[in-house]
């Protein structure tokens, strides 16, 4: 029960950050397996399902990555500003881990949210674009382990690795097969 | 006596009602998904009682001539906090 208690005082936002950088690292990777299933063969009878279940899980990335940035600027011990949690290369603490989360943040924030926009970028352009989301989900997963506090716990590395692997796999697979001509799909 | 020729307009309504529908169900079970990953961890977290450099909320070590002198094991067993700031937390 004192552990409860210290949770919900002095450590309540720097738990809710952490919590909400695992619920993004877990929201992404299953939305960049589904992204990938979707260009693959297996899945062509359930695309407009895919297609929603994919932006859904994009835009609870995006709201995940807002709480983990934010609860941190309210944290006691810790306390960065915003601009620490938003601007690269501005924060001290760990700076090469702690901007490679920020950058993959905003990236995955401005992809996820330029589909919205894909009308004004044109979709071919908009498609290119949408390629760089698996580097930004990458980037976001070295964070994850190199920076994350719970990196070091069996429970955090096992969900991770859930998420993680399949996506890479499906990647792995993406990347090694031969560029085709763009079709209409 | 001729059975009178479905409603065209009326089952694209309906269908295009079920899609709404099936949509809807879709991102409530995303959203609710995703709020019960984040309670999960929210009390894996915090039960687990690690609360960054030390391995438990009740380890009492605050003071900047501690930190400089204790963290150095405890870097090692968390591997993942900045020994500047391993009483973070505590």
Known sequence: ?185 | MPTPAPDRAALARERLAAKRRRVANLRRRVVAAALATFALAWGVIAFSGSMGADTTTTTASTGTTASATTTTDEAATTATDDPAVTTAQS
């Open chain 1, 1 to 185: 029960m004192s552990t409860l208690a210290l949770a919900l005082g002095e450590h309540f936002f720097w738990i809710t950050s952490r919590a909400a950088g695992v619920a993004a690292l877990l929201a992404s990777s299953a939305a960049v397996t589904l992204g990938l299933l979707m260009g693959g063969r297996l899945t062509k009878g359930r695309l407009p399902d895919l297609k929603v279940t994919h932006e859904a899980l994009s835009l609870a990335t995006i709201a995940a990555l807002l709480i983990h940035a934010l609860a941190l600027v309210g944290d006691g011990y810790l306390s960065p500003t915003l601009a620490d949690v938003a601007i690269p290369f501005v924060w001290e603490y760990q700076r090469v881990w702690s901007t490679m989360g920020i950058v993959a943040g905003w990236s995955l924030i401005i992809l996820g949210l330029s589909y919205y926009a894909r009308g004004r970028i044109g979709p071919a352009r908009w498609r290119r674009l949408h390629r760089f989301t698996a580097l930004a989900w990458a980037l976001g997963v070295v964070h994850g382990i190199a920076e994350g506090t719970d990196a070091g716990a069996a429970w955090f590395l096992v969900t991770v690795a859930a998420v993680v692997l399949p996506a890479a796999a499906l990647l792995v697979v993406r990347l090694s097969q031969p560029r085709t001509a763009p079709s209409a799909a």
